[in-house]
């Protein structure tokens, strides 16, 4: 029996990975870390955890893995200011450790984290989610067995999606750059990391823009209220709060909102906290667009967008080759091969379950084979993933000072 403990039980440490644990006989929770009260007695209740190993601070978490490791694996899924701080304290234990990304929004901090647990001889996978998903493992494959030939472009599009943005980057946890990290960093560390997997090659140079432009106080409407609620465009706002966690898009972060499931905790959380406020005056800092050129060895350039203006969250791609192009999508889990010479497209739909399109099962079932020795089932360890926190932290470099930026990997 393999025991987990989580470190920050929130949306991604609990409510995405928790659902692997139970179906699998061979894991148990063990033990959970988190500031908030409810969300920690919610979990007791529905795993029926051991009020010894239910712990509030990371301090009392480590005093008691001081007096006696009680666990295998740590899933680690704080904010991201905290990584740092916990991972470097984690791996001085004898544990696999699971670290959600991005590993820091500090530079310094990611190479110090992956030089500390590149050798050592136990588990260390960072959740870079696409890499364990089927569309994109099959996306890998047909590129590995030459279907379009040698890469020679590639246009890839990370939709955030309207309410997504509004949700996470407006009013949530990932607004202020400051406070959390760089929206290409939290957003779309996994795209850099993606193209890497695709590619096989190194970036050499690379050039950003990126803006926020649109959720500041100018775009307010004229005598709109600085809470949803009490809002004269409450029912007309393209990113009215009223009534959108309890519609299909906004159902499944309502928890994220409020523990409290009544009608009643809903509105009480939108009149007092974070997400009932006006997206045009929360103070958030992050770009709500962003653009990067990218040059890659052997004359691969790729174009990479992300925005927050899209009806829909998703991601495209178009990879194109010397014999044919691919075209994927993962809202439709769709690949369409066309190749030049016979004139020819062939689809692939590919299934795909549960979160990320796949990918936080994948993940999990991957940590769980490599912790029983699958060491091949680790395609997001320390050295893989640092090099596109690099590329993020270059692009981010590229857009604040208006440069390109030369890429000299640093691990």
């Known amino acids: ?50 009020e010894e190993y239910i712990f509030e601070s990371t301090e009392e978490f480590f005093k008691k893995m001081d007096k006696g490791v009680f666990c295998d694996a740590i899933i680690i899924a704080t904010n991201d200011r905290d990584h740092y701080k916990t991972t470097m304290k984690v791996l001085d234990y004898p544990v696999h450790v699971l670290l959600e990304k991005p590993i820091s929004g500090n530079k310094k901090e990611v190479v110090d984290i992956a030089k500390k647990s590149e050798n050592m001889d136990r588990v260390f996978m960072i959740c870079h989610v696409l890499r364990y998903a089927p569309l994109y493992k099959k996306i890998k494959e047909l590129l590995d067995k030459g279907e379009i030939g040698k890469i020679m472009s590639i246009n890839h599009n990370e939709n955030i999606g309207y309410y997504h943005f509004a949700h996470s980057f407006v009013r949530g946890n990932w607004s202020n750059a400051e406070k959390s990290s760089p929206l290409i960093l939290q957003k779309s560390c996994h795209d850099m990391d993606i193209l890497l997997y695709f590619i096989g090659k190194k970036p050499l140079s690379l050039s950003a823009y990126g803006h926020l432009s649109y959720f500041t106080k100018e775009n307010q409407p004229e005598g709109a ?81 992300l925005s927050a203006f899209s009806n829909e969250v998703h991601r495209n791609i178009k990879i194109m080759g010397t ?33 990320h399109g796949g990918g936080d099962y994948g993940l999990m079932d991957a940590f769980y084979k490599a912790i029983k020795g699958e060491k091949a089932e680790v395609l997001s360890g320390a050295r893989e993933s640092v090099l596109s926190h690099l590329m993020c932290f270059a692009a981010e470099d590229s857009r604040l000072n208006k440069k390109m930026v030369e890429f000299k990997e640093e691990i």
């Not at 989580?6 to 644990?21: D, F, K, L, M, Q």
């Not at 309502?254 to 523990?259: E, F, H, I």
Request: charged fraction near 35%; include cysteine.
């Open 1 to 50: 029996m393999i025991k987990v403990a989580v470190i920050g039980a929130g949306n991604r440490g609990y409510e995405a990975y928790y659902p692997y644990i139970r179906k699998n006989e061979e894991i148990e929770l063990v033990s959970i870390c988190d500031i908030d009260k409810e969300r920690r007695e919610k979990i007791k209740k529905e795993v029926d955890l051991d």
């Open 225 to 305: 209220s600085s809470r949803c609620l009490d809002c004269k465009y409450q029912d007309t706002c393209v990113f009215s709060s009223k009534n959108f966690y309890n519609s299909n898009k906004g159902r499944g972060w309502r928890n994220v909102v409020t523990d409290d499931p009544s009608q009643e905790g809903l509105e009480k959380a939108l009149k007092e906290g974070p997400y009932g406020r006006c997206v045009y005056e929360s103070n958030n800092t992050v770009c709500d667009h962003q653009a990067i050129a990218i040059d890659f060895e052997d004359g691969v350039n790729v174009v990479f967008n």
């Open 323 to 355: 014999k044919g192009e691919l075209i994927a999508d993962d809202h439709t889990n769709e690949i369409t091969i066309r190749r030049f010479k016979e004139d020819t497209s062939i689809t692939y739909k590919v299934q795909a379950e549960h979160g």
